[in-house]
């Protein structure tokens, strides 16, 4: 898998937020132009992302890049390929023990936590947050575009901004260094989460 081409446009799956029909919902952003996803609903029943996880298996190409947030037990028992874990997690390392196939993405806020990641071997980095928002209720401070540049710069990894991205702001992060930008109110939010996707799309492709 290209990691760089599949973080482009990186969806973090917040179903509650969504007002369609999730098969539906999925059809139009893959449609549009998402070339990732993480299912999160952080504060969702493990049962029922695993069986978000089962309808995207089944739904998506096997080479998508398909993540699971926290649950690398999950990931493993559904065979999705990628695991995103944070600073409040276990380490890679130790989910590697459990899951030894599986791509690791690592949160970074700080250098201190960009060395971390890469003292534990990630496969790509999520930086943030990039601007305000209300979607994560812990949120640390905001580093803004130069943050994430400097960031970006220092981890030589593959890399997404996140964190209160919108049509709006998106090209505050051309040049930063990153690979791709990860949303999920602006799509799972949107009235229209084709045309939503496909703006962003557009946008990333100019990062
Ligand atoms: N991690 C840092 S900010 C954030 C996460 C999961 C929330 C992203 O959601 P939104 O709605 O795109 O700001
Ligand atoms: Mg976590």
Known sequence: MNLKK????YLILETDMIEFPLK??????IKGGVTAIQIRDKFGFLQDKMNTGIMLKKMLPEDFLLCVNDHV???????????HL??????????????????????????ED???????????????????????????????PEGIQELANAAGLPCVA?????????????GRGIDGIA??????ASKDPYRAASELREIAEKL
């Open 6 to 9: 599949a973080m482009k446009l």
């Open 24 to 29: 539906e919902f999925i059809t139009s952003v």
């Open 73 to 83: 037990d999950m990931a493993a028992s559904l065979k999705i390929p990628c695991v």
């Open 86 to 111: 944070g600073i409040k997690d276990i380490t890679i390392e130790k989910a590697r023990a459990i899951y030894p196939d599986s791509l690791y993405g690592y949160s970074c806020n700080t250098l």
């Open 114 to 144: 960009v060395q971390t990641a890469l003292d534990m071997k990630a496969d790509y980095i999520g930086m943030g947050p990039a601007f305000p928002t209300g979607t994560k209720k812990d949120l640390r401070d905001v580093i803004g």
């Open 162 to 174: 996140i964190g209160g991205i919108s049509k709006l702001n998106a090209h505050e992060l051309m």
């Open 183 to 188: 949303v999920s109110s602006a799509i799972c």
